[in-house]
């Protein structure tokens, strides 16, 4: 396999799993890709504002107010995290990336077109795996822990935003209304036909 560094998000509704196969990756691929794993909202100034004072507050920011406050924190996720890791030839693995910034807001009502614009400077996913998941299913996973984003209309249209980039060959599906180590497995094909085939 090759050791040259490369970045692949994974995307999905609010409770799809993208954490645990995210995490799992990264243990998989630590050794023979120096994976690590980070996340968006990010560990800065921003993204700990954005989860701690407003993800799980009482109502939501003006979408456009969102829209940027993600957008501002992925650069700095891609600045202090991601492309220091890459530069040492490491396996970057995103809990979400710009792909919910189009599928969430898009929801909101703004234009797929402006979100890509204020995310211009973000660097580009080598790999985007959407895991998809009946918006039914995952309601009834987040039952104790819900943000401002999660309600099952909400879910349903965001889905609907993530299938148009499936449709257009940028995100790769996953079927995740599976068991958790079928999933797993599916993750790892792909990623793995991503990483050996030649870049
Ligand atoms: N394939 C699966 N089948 C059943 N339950 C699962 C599956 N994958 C994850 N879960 C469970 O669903 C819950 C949500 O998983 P996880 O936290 O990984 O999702 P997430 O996409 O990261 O959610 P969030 O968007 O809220 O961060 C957890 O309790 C997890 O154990
Ligand atoms: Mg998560």
Same mark, same amino acid.
């Given at each position: ?5 490369a ?8 409770g ?12 998989k ?6 994976a690590?794993?980070? *996340? &968006? ?8 504002y ?5 993800l799980?507050? $009482?109502?939501?920011?003006?979408s ?5 406050? #993600? ?9 202090? $995290? ?5 530069? $040492? ?5 995103? %809990? ?8 969430y807001?898009g *929801? ?11 995310n211009?400077?973000?660097?580009q996913p %080598?790999?985007?795996? #959407?895991? %998809?998941?009946n918006?039914?299913t ?6 104790p822990?819900?943000s401002?984003? &999660?309600?099952l ?6 889905r &609907?935003?993530?299938?148009? #980039?499936?449709e ?8 995740? %209304?599976?068991?958790?180590? $079928?999933?797993?497995? &599916?993750?790892y094909?792909v990623?793995?036909k #991503?990483?050996?085939a030649?870049r």
């Amino acid at each position: 396999m090759s050791k040259k560094g490369a970045f692949i998000c994974i995307e999905g509704l609010d409770g799809c799993g993208k954490t645990t196969q995210a995490k799992l990756l990264a243990k998989k691929l630590g050794k023979s890709h120096s994976a690590v794993y980070t *996340a &968006e909202p990010s560990r800065g100034k921003i993204g700990t504002y954005i989860r701690k004072s407003y993800l799980y507050g $009482e109502k939501r920011l003006s979408s456009v107010l969102e829209a940027l406050l #993600f957008a501002a924190d992925r650069i700095e996720h891609v600045e202090t $995290e991601v492309l220091p890791a890459l530069n $040492e030839g490491r396996l970057v693995i995103s %809990d979400r990336y710009v792909y919910s910034s189009l599928a969430y807001q898009g *929801a909101a009502g703004l234009s797929l077109e402006w979100i890509k614009k204020v995310n211009e400077h973000a660097l580009q996913p %080598d790999l985007a795996v #959407f895991i %998809d998941v009946n918006p039914n299913t995952v309601m009834s996973r987040l039952k104790p822990k819900k943000s401002v984003m &999660e309600n099952l209309e909400t879910q349903q249209k965001v889905r &609907e935003i993530y299938l148009e #980039f499936v449709e257009k060959g940028s995100l790769t599906r996953i079927n995740g %209304d599976k068991p958790q180590n $079928e999933v797993a497995k &599916e993750v790892y094909e792909v990623v793995t036909k #991503f990483l050996n085939a030649p870049r």
